[in-house]
């Protein structure tokens, strides 16, 4: 583990996986957030935003089987005005992983009428989000380190 660099921290069956960094895994657990789960979620990312260094993220979404609940989304909207700014200079991508391709598109369209400050992308799997994933890491002059590789060969 390099410095700076945490294990996964499980939270309100959030995971946060840090050991490929600067590529963060977050997993959804597969029953919804709780308010105070979904508050985890906001603060620990933005603890991750704040520290002001160039990341992307892959957000594993697949377990989920129902969307965030409408004040979620109005919590994630305010998150966005206040923090997507920082969030756009420092977080270079998004990799959304959605089981339901209706779905990933959905988000794709909402994203196009709504953009945010980070490039966010859907995809079904983390196999089908690693060829992205490294170019937007190339684009940043950001070299591919074999804890980043291990995580775009060997999970699913």
Avoid: C
């Amino acid at each position: 583990m390099t410095a700076g660099t945490l294990p996964a921290a499980h939270q309100f069956g959030l995971i946060f996986d840090e050991t490929a960094w600067p590529l963060l895994y977050v997993r959804f657990p597969s029953k919804p957030l709780s308010e105070e789960g979904f508050e985890y979620f906001i603060t620990r990312y933005t603890d991750v935003v704040e520290r002001r260094i160039p990341f992307a993220t892959i957000l594993d979404s697949r377990g989920l089987s129902t969307a965030i609940t409408a004040q979620q989304r109005k919590r994630l909207t305010e998150w966005f005005e206040v923090t997507g700014p920082l969030a756009g200079e420092h977080h270079f991508g998004i990799a959304v992983l959605m089981s339901n391709a209706i779905i990933r598109g959905a988000l794709k369209a909402v994203t196009w009428v709504a953009p945010i400050p980070v490039p966010i992308s859907p995809y079904g799997s983390i196999a089908d989000a690693a060829p992205w994933i490294r170019a937007i890491f190339t684009e940043q002059r950001i070299s591919i380190t074999p804890a980043m590789e291990d995580l775009l060969n060997n999970r699913v």
